[in-house]
């Protein structure tokens, strides 16, 4: 989830909403109510430069945000911006409390395990059947890690501790 410098990804447009204009952006926080408080957001397609656009309403719905935006202004505008990835300004972020994180604070921290054994360093996130997965690099060798409390013991810039059930890096490896 690298990007341009200073900004930080939140969410892909996914599709137009109606006639007006308006495209649903998922989340990449999982919380689209987030989308409120960013009075504009840039939008990189894959082969384009960043195009800065005024949020002009917000709702959420769901579990997407619905948000119109300003230049926007019919379906076949919103058409056009699906896929784009979507980004804010660090600065736009809330403040988070003095134990709280964002995920880009982290990436490429070390995952170690309870015992201290080094897995690997985070290298980036992603999201399979609703599940928010860890991707977990050393030399070469990936390993996807669940990012819930059923295995995160402890997370922050420093590194992460995971408590992997017994035989998950077999299976892992066997993929």
């Given at each position: 989830?690298?990007?341009?410098?200073?900004?930080i990804?939140?969410?892909?447009?996914?599709?137009?909403?109606?006639?007006?204009?308006?495209?649903?952006?998922?989340?990449?926080?999982?919380?689209?109510?987030?989308?409120?408080?960013?009075?504009?957001?840039?939008?990189?397609?894959?082969?384009?430069?960043?195009?800065?656009?005024k949020?002009?309403?917000?709702?959420?719905?769901?579990?997407?945000?619905?948000?119109?935006l300003?230049?926007?202004a019919?379906?076949?505008?919103?058409?056009?911006?699906?896929?784009?990835?979507?980004?804010?300004?660090?600065?736009?972020?809330?403040?988070?409390?003095?134990?709280?994180?964002y995920?880009?604070?982290?990436?490429?921290?070390?995952?170690?395990?309870?015992?201290?054994?080094?897995?690997?360093?985070?290298?980036?996130?992603?999201?399979?059947?609703?599940?928010e997965?860890?991707?977990?690099?050393?030399?070469?060798?990936?390993?996807?890690?669940?990012?819930?409390?059923?295995?995160?013991?402890?997370?922050?810039?420093?590194?992460?501790?995971?408590?992997?059930p017994?035989?998950?890096?077999?299976?892992?490896?066997?993929?």
């Amino acid at each position: 989830m690298t990007g341009p410098p200073g900004l930080i990804q939140v969410g892909t447009i996914t599709k137009p909403q109606g006639i007006r204009g308006e495209v649903r952006i998922h989340s990449l926080s999982g919380q689209p109510e987030n989308f409120r408080d960013y009075p504009e957001l840039v939008l990189i397609a894959a082969k384009d430069r960043p195009r800065n656009y005024k949020v002009t309403s917000f709702r959420s719905q769901g579990n997407v945000a619905v948000v119109a935006l300003a230049g926007v202004a019919d379906r076949n505008d919103a058409e056009a911006l699906v896929g784009c990835q979507v980004w804010v300004a660090e600065e736009a972020l809330a403040p988070l409390a003095a134990d709280e994180f964002y995920w880009h604070e982290v990436m490429g921290a070390e995952v170690k395990d309870v015992e201290g054994n080094f897995l690997g360093n985070l290298t980036s996130l992603l999201t399979a059947g609703g599940t928010e997965l860890m991707v977990v690099q050393q030399d070469g060798e990936e390993m996807l890690i669940p990012s819930g409390p059923e295995f995160v013991v402890e997370i922050g810039p420093a590194g992460i501790i995971v408590d992997l059930p017994p035989g998950f890096r077999d299976i892992n490896r066997a993929q």
